[in-house]
């Protein structure tokens, strides 16, 4: 029963890939990245960050970016980011996102952006994923204030969510048939520090580890920009140490 | 048509800058690490003690000068390059990787020094106010009650938030304000003198030594540039609250140097100074504050110490987290903790080093206020002087090649100017050094300690050399610092899991 429920919740999660297959233009499935990684640096029991938050935001950012780089509406060349493609993409948050975008010309920094987005992204991804039902929001109250996380509630749900890195592992054991998509995810997992919780297997994992460079290195030139930019920005917020 | 101006109002500034630092929380951040009450009355009266001038109001306010001009070029320079976070990166980027090296070989000690000399202050001082209460707690005690927790907060990576970092220094600088007040109002012979501005001792040899010893009370305002990406308006944020932070320890250790020399008498500053150490402001406010604003007095020297010990511990640990991203240290040192983004080893070295140096000294039991303090502090505060004097070369060489735009006087004459200055302050500290120390003639201390620094940067050049050798595309990326991308992928062979820099629960609860 509850696997049955399972596989429901984790086809739901995915059900966009194969719409975003059929567009022609597209690089790879966008819409998904984002959810994954969300599902991944959150932790499924209490629906905290397994990040510092500031690091998950900015993995987040970079998840959104990327879900437009895949939907080949925006691209990156050395730091900056353009716009390729202004028609609105079918998913209603990267739709905001890109509208954004146009709106600010006079931002292009992909740093900036990723800083940016970083702020509201855990908020915003969270309120996509609820709505496909994969999690909920749970209020909390916290010491004066309250704060709404959204976590998956249901055991299906939280199977579904678990599935987000195991998958990952599979596919890194493998070695093949990764998807741009999944190559991007994995980037974003070693770049915000989420390597040794995909990867938690040192004995099983011995061969993913050896075909993570491959995955990110043999990425198109903005998604790996892209990468590179989220670790950088990763380390100085870490280095200062602020919330 | 002419490309039109955006209709909306910058939504992204605007949601950047509301959770950027203005010029008063940098201010208070770079204020904080220089630990003003720490130094007037940790340092300044161990000054008077030891050297026996009475030109340190005047040493204190050329420092604050010197520092300031040498701020000019330093912060300019942290406009045009990517990773402001230390000295070396600074340095590798004006005067090339290998001598980069060489001066991050020079920070981890001096830094390191620092911090474990204010365990020594701490200790001392804490005893001395349990010894108060008629309890008697040897120094060392307090010192690894205070190890303990500075060991524990690094973990965590807790720095006292702002807030209370504010609070706590504007309460400093205010009884500061106080205790000069009074002293300068009950003068020694019924009449303030201000023989100690006289700028005529500065040009005896003493000045080397005064200087360095003020150097090393300025240190941590340096700090302030690791926020430039988190300020609102990076090019200018940083730069003015650098130089108010210069300024205002500036005058405020000159002007308490200067007020305890008026109610002691000139004449009578370094014998008192002997006589009574770290207390000796407070003895001299004593007969005419009420009690309680004395007590308060202590009560915030230790908490100013203690801030200052966790604002060294951190910067100790960031420099070394920054050497091991850049793969200048084994990339173990480059690792957070997942959560809370505290760079684990770094300050797990910090803290065992820490334990070991005062483990000996308990051991060997020798003065704290002299050889750990005194001692400590101003061998770290030489090492920071030779990286201050090495990056002012840098900002100066790296604008002869480009000038980008800077002016004038931020890309030549200031950085020069610096550059000059601090090399007559250098030389003149390691001609002086044995005296500094309080040493013999004949003590190899005399000339130690600098040749000591030239060996840890000349092995610095030789680790850059092998790295330029073995792993070139390693090499290429040093002093990008954490902005530097080495290699996204973790080494898979080196463990640290038994430091749980996995995240808790990374292996259980999960169906697999």
Redesign the interface.
């Known amino acids: 029963m509850i696997i049955a429920a399972t596989v429901i919740i984790a086809a739901t999660v995915l059900t966009r890939e194969s719409t975003a297959h059929q567009q022609p233009l597209s690089k790879g499935r966008g819409g998904v990245l984002a959810d994954q990684y969300f599902l991944i640096a959150h932790e499924d029991r209490t629906g905290r960050s397994r990040l510092h938050p500031r690091a998950t935001g900015l993995g987040l950012a970079a998840a959104l970016l990327g879900e437009l780089i895949l939907e080949g509406r925006i691209g990156i060349s050395e730091g900056d980011l353009i716009i390729l493609d202004r028609h609105p993409p079918s998913d209603a948050l990267a739709h905001d996102i890109l509208d954004l975008l146009v709106a600010q010309p006079q931002h292009r920094d992909v740093r900036i952006w990723l800083a940016f987005l970083s702020q509201e992204a855990a908020v915003r991804v969270g309120e996509r994923l609820s709505r496909l039902g994969a999690v909920e929001p749970v209020t909390r109250r916290r010491m004066l204030s309250t704060e709404t996380l959204y976590m998956p509630n249901s055991p299906a749900q939280r199977n579904a969510a678990a599935w987000a890195p195991a998958r990952l592992a599979n596919l890194l054991v493998r070695g093949i048939g990764m998807s741009i998509s999944d190559r991007v995810l994995i980037g974003l997992v070693a770049a915000t520090g989420l390597t040794r919780h995909v990867l938690y297997d040192f004995e099983a994992h011995r061969h993913a580890f050896q075909s993570l460079p491959s995955a990110v290195g043999s990425l198109p030139a903005d998604l790996r920009e892209l990468v590179e930019y989220t670790e950088a920005s990763v380390g100085s917020v870490v280095t200062v140490g602020r919330r | 048509m002419a490309?039109m101006e955006?209709e909306?109002p910058?939504?992204?500034?605007k949601?950047?800058a509301k959770?950027r630092l203005g010029v008063p929380s940098v201010v208070f951040f770079g204020v904080a690490g220089a630990a003003p009450l720490t130094v007037i009355i940790g340092s300044i009266t161990t000054i008077y003690a030891i050297i026996g001038s009475t030109a340190v109001p005047i040493a204190y306010l050329v420092t604050a000068g010197l520092l300031s001009l040498f701020t000019v070029g330093f912060v300019a320079m942290s406009r045009h390059i990517?990773?402001t976070?230390a000295f070396y990166s600074y340095i590798s980027h004006g005067l090339g990787r290998v001598i980069g090296v060489g001066a991050a070989f020079v920070a981890l000690p001096a830094y390191s020094l620092m911090q474990i000399g204010l365990f020594g202050l701490f200790g001392s001082v804490a005893s001395g106010i349990l010894g108060a209460f008629g309890l008697s707690v040897p120094w060392y005690a307090c010192a690894i009650a205070a190890w303990f927790a500075v060991a524990v907060l690094g973990l965590l990576?807790v720095?006292l938030s702002g807030k209370v970092l504010a609070v706590l220094l504007v309460l400093e600088i205010s009884i500061v304000l106080i205790y000069d007040f009074v002293m300068v109002t009950n003068p020694a012979d019924g009449h303030v003198t201000f023989s100690q501005f006289s700028p005529a001792p500065l040009a005896t040899p003493v000045v080397g030594i005064l200087m360095v010893l003020a150097i090393a009370g300025f240190v941590g305002f340096e700090a302030t540039v690791?926020?430039s990406?988190?300020a609102k308006d990076p090019k200018r944020t940083i730069a003015r609250a650098t130089h108010i932070a210069v300024i205002l320890a500036g005058v405020l250790c000159a002007v308490s140097a200067w007020a305890m020399s008026v109610n002691t008498g000139p004449d009578q500053i370094a014998a008192q100074a002997g006589k009574h150490q770290t207390d000796l402001v407070f003895q001299l406010v004593g007969p005419h504050l009420p009690g309680f604003l004395v007590d308060v007095g202590y009560l915030l020297f230790l908490t100013s110490v203690f801030a200052a010990l966790l604002a060294f511990h951190?910067a100790v640990s960031?420099y070394q987290?920054?050497l091991g991203?850049e793969g200048v240290l084994p990339a173990a040192w480059g690792r957070?903790h997942?959560?809370?983004?505290?760079?684990l080893l770094g300050s797990i070295t910090q803290s065992v080093l820490a334990i070991i140096v005062l483990s000996i000294y308990a051991l060997v039991g020798s003065d704290p206020l002299v050889f750990v303090f005194a001692w400590l502090t101003t061998i770290g505060g030489l090492g920071v002087l030779i990286l201050m004097w090495a990056a002012s070369a840098a900002v100066l060489a790296f604008f002869m090649r480009n000038r980008r735009r800077e002016s004038f006087w931020k890309a030549y004459v200031a950085p020069a100017s610096a550059f000059l200055l601090l090399t007559v302050v250098l030389v003149a500290t390691c001609i002086g050094f044995g005296e500094l120390l309080q040493v013999n003639g004949d003590s190899p201390f005399q000339w130690l300690i600098p040749a000591l620094y030239v060996a840890v940067a000349v092995v610095g050049f030789v680790w850059a050399l092998i790295m330029r050798a073995a792993r070139p595309e390693v090499y290429a990326a040093i002093g990008r610092?954490?902005?530097?991308?080495v290699?996204?992928?973790?080494d898979?062979t080196s463990m640290l899991r038994a430091l749980h820099?996995?995240?808790v629960?990374?292996?259980s609860?999960?169906?697999?």
């Open positions: 490309r955006p909306e910058d939504i992204v500034s949601a950047l959770n990517v990773n976070g990576w720095d690791v926020l990406e988190e951190a960031r987290f920054a991203r957070t997942p959560r809370t983004g505290a760079p610092g954490t902005d530097g991308r290699n996204v992928v973790p898979s820099a996995d995240p629960g990374a292996r609860g999960y169906p697999y």
